[in-house]
């Protein structure tokens, strides 16, 4: 996880939600991607920490199917990527912060419970969860600040 945080650190400094994943091979410990959050930078809605990780994984292995890796993101994954892990065949997730707005693991529409999903991946959530939703809540809370607050003058 702490490999996780440091690149929502990298996407924080970049502007980007501070979202960091890992996707890494259990059997030698090997990490096989690392990626963070860039929609904003790649100007591409599906810039997730997890989709990016997946890809440069499935790239790198050449194989879509990543069965047996485990997946490592700071926030509960939405939809979108819950779909991803389920159809890369993901061995384990691992998540730090719940998002109870946005996530679709253990809240939302609690994905890989749902009877059309067809790979379910073993799920651990919470790790360094509090480190995980202070970055996240230290970025967002800057970036409401207006420029008076900020002490910069127009």
Request: some cysteine; aromatic content about 6%; overall charge neutral.
């Amino acid at each position: 996880m702490e490999l996780a945080l440091d690149q929502a650190r990298a996407a924080a400094a970049a502007g980007e939600a501070p979202i960091g994943a890992i996707l890494f091979d259990p059997a030698s410990g090997a990490v096989i991607a690392r990626a963070h959050n860039q929609p904003i930078g790649l100007s591409d809605p599906t810039g997730h920490a997890e989709i990016l990780a997946l890809r440069s994984a499935a790239e790198q292995l050449g194989n879509y199917r990543l069965t047996g890796l485990t997946l490592v993101v700071t926030l509960e994954p939405c939809a979108m990527c819950a779909g991803a892990i389920s159809h890369a065949r993901i061995g384990r997730l691992v998540f730090g912060a719940e998002d109870k707005k946005g996530g679709a693991v253990i809240n939302g529409v609690r994905f890989f419970d749902q009877p059309t999903c067809h790979w379910r991946p073993e799920v651990t959530g919470g790790l360094l969860a509090t480190q995980s939703a202070t970055l996240l809540k230290g970025f967002f809370k800057a970036r409401r600040k207006g420029p008076a607050d900020q002490g910069e003058t127009s």
